[in-house]
């Protein structure tokens, strides 16, 4: 199943990996390599960024963060293919997405010797920007007839295990899921709370709104360090958020018409 079908696609770039995580994803379906396999992968190259960072090697750091996000996309291509679908995937990923961007950007501030509050509010800042693009792509997907509905809008509640994976990995792992994304999942909801019951988003405003997406924001972070602009990172990521109440106020004004027809499931 893909996540949107093909009239509703829109051009992401944050997505840039996709179609070298889909020729990947071919080479593996038939192999013993699961979509977990392969989320551990892209956690070790995040941790490569990570020590690469902090030696000074800042464009291989920049190179694996690329890599990494490459990879993220694979997982998610292997389960489609293979038609595995697991909640233990889907928050393993966000998970170690959370980890390894609290560690990146502890990495910088450990090179940097920028105040602390920088990197705290850095990091911040990276996740609510995440949260904001998810939100709205996650609506996306579940106005469409087709699109992939492993994640909720609204994640309340521990969901029943899919066929072949444990229901008690899925409990530990959905609580740490809401132990590190709920505070966000809040804020965003709290400023756009109608934005799952509008009418679907149109792809220039999607597209508007993939400069959020986590594997746009790596792509940024790695270009800056190949730049030797490291001291930078943390501020611009603090400036970044200016579009957050900009992306809000557009969709409220432009994108605001209630759905009519199916119902989101929510």
């Known amino acids: 199943m893909s996540k949107l079908n093909a009239g509703e696609k829109f051009l992401d770039v944050s997505d840039y990996g996709r179609p070298a995580a889909r020729s990947a994803a071919n080479l593996l379906a038939q192999t013993n390599v699961t979509p977990i396999h392969v989320t551990l992968l892209f956690g070790v190259c995040g941790l490569i960024a990570v020590y690469s960072i902090i030696q000074g090697y800042y464009i291989v750091a920049g190179i694996f963060l690329?890599?990494?996000?490459?990879?993220?996309?694979?997982d998610g291509e292997l389960a489609r293919i293979k038609k595995t679908p697991s909640y233990t995937?889907?928050?393993?990923?966000?998970?170690f997405d959370y980890i390894l961007n609290f560690l990146l950007l502890m990495a910088?501030?450990?090179?940097?010797?920028?105040?602390?509050w920088l990197v705290v509010f850095a990091f911040l800042a990276l996740q609510l920007q995440?949260?904001?693009?998810?939100?709205?792509?996650?609506?996306?997907?579940?106005?469409?007839?087709?699109?992939?509905?492993?994640?909720q809008i609204f994640e309340t509640k521990t969901p029943s295990a899919l066929p072949g994976e444990s229901q008690k990995s899925v409990n530990i792992l959905f609580a740490i899921y809401?132990?590190?994304?709920?505070?966000?999942?809040?804020?965003?909801?709290?400023?756009?709370?109608?934005a799952h019951i509008s009418k679907p988003f149109s792809k220039w405003f999607m597209t508007a709104v993939s400069i959020y997406g986590l594997g746009f924001q790596l792509l940024i972070i790695a270009v800056m360090l190949a730049a030797n602009l490291i001291e930078w990172i943390l501020p611009f990521?603090?400036?970044?958020s200016v579009f957050i109440p900009i992306f809000i106020g557009i969709r409220r004004v432009f994108l605001s018409g209630r759905m009519s027809?199916?119902?989101?499931?929510?």
């Open 108 to 116: 910088i501030w450990s090179v940097t010797g920028q105040p602390f």
């Open 237 to 240: 990521l603090l400036f970044y």
């Open 66 to 74: 690329i890599l990494k996000s490459v990879i993220d996309a694979v």
């Open 178 to 194: 809401k132990l590190f994304y709920s505070i966000f999942d809040k804020l965003i909801y709290w400023l756009d709370r109608n």
């Open 89 to 95: 995937g889907r928050y393993l990923d966000s998970v």
């Open 261 to 266: 027809g199916r119902k989101i499931n929510a």
């Open 130 to 151: 995440g949260t904001l693009y998810n939100y709205y792509y996650v609506i996306l997907r579940h106005q469409s007839a087709t699109g992939d509905k492993t994640s």
